[in-house]
């Protein structure tokens, strides 16, 4: 199971935030974070923890190990406020958090 | 960058049977490292893995559908499939289909489509 909080982050732009994810067994770095927009397709941010995926800004950063991660947005943008889903894949079957919506404050 | 389509019944009555089809454009449908996955989010819910398949024909599935899901792939075509039998209103959800980086994460998806379960 992978439990997200909160489940609703109000920031304002141009703030850092960090997102937290946690994992009821070590799932060592097989978790990923992905962003989804209004019931849109998610989107992959990040993959092996700390891996961004191709064309992700360098504003997204992942890190953790074991039972505890996180996905840091250094500077939000408006584009930026979303619902964030984090997904380990170390364990069979592959899970979802609950997810983290980010508001703009 | 490869493209992904969801295809299929929006409204299927409960006990019925809900197929869906993904058709890949702009990419490979047997690149080394991938597979083919469907993943649903049902109304206000998380994400829910259902399975992923191979362009061999590989099956992984979840074991909470597993007695009630089957894939399948058709290469030619540039296509895999989904059939979930016995449906009820839990499965209503949004189906999306993904490309899977050595079965792990999900590196591109469709749309997604939207499925109904209802009489």
């Known amino acids: 199971v992978m439990t997200q909080s909160p489940a609703t982050l109000s920031v304002s732009p141009g703030e850092g935030v960090t997102l937290s994810c946690r994992a009821s067994q070590d799932v060592t770095n097989g978790v990923a974070w992905y962003q989804q927009k209004h019931g849109r397709a998610p989107r992959l941010l990040i993959y092996?923890?700390?891996t961004r995926a191709t064309g992700i800004p360098a504003t997204f950063s992942g890190n953790g190990s074991a039972t505890e991660f996180a996905l840091t947005i250094s500077s939000l943008q408006t584009e930026d406020f979303a619902l964030y889903y984090c997904q380990q894949y170390k364990m069979r079957p592959t899970t979802f958090g609950q997810g983290t919506r980010l508001e703009i404050k | 960058q490869v493209q992904l389509q969801e295809s299929g019944s929006g409204l299927v009555k409960p006990s019925q049977t809900l197929s869906l089809t993904c058709t890949v454009s702009?990419?490979?449908?047997?690149?080394?490292?991938?597979?083919w996955g469907w993943i649903r989010q049902a109304p206000g819910k998380a994400l829910e893995w259902i399975g992923n398949i191979d362009h061999v024909g590989t099956t992984y599935y979840n074991p909470s559908l597993r007695s009630r899901v089957a894939l399948s792939v058709d290469t030619f075509r540039r296509q895999f499939s989904l059939r979930l039998t016995s449906v009820t209103a839990a499965d209503t959800a949004i189906y999306f289909c993904a490309r899977v980086k050595w079965d792990n994460w999900f590196d591109s998806w469709g749309h997604g489509t939207h499925v109904f379960v209802s009489s």
């Open positions: 702009r990419g490979a449908i047997n690149p080394a490292g991938y597979s």
């Open positions: 092996g923890v700390s």
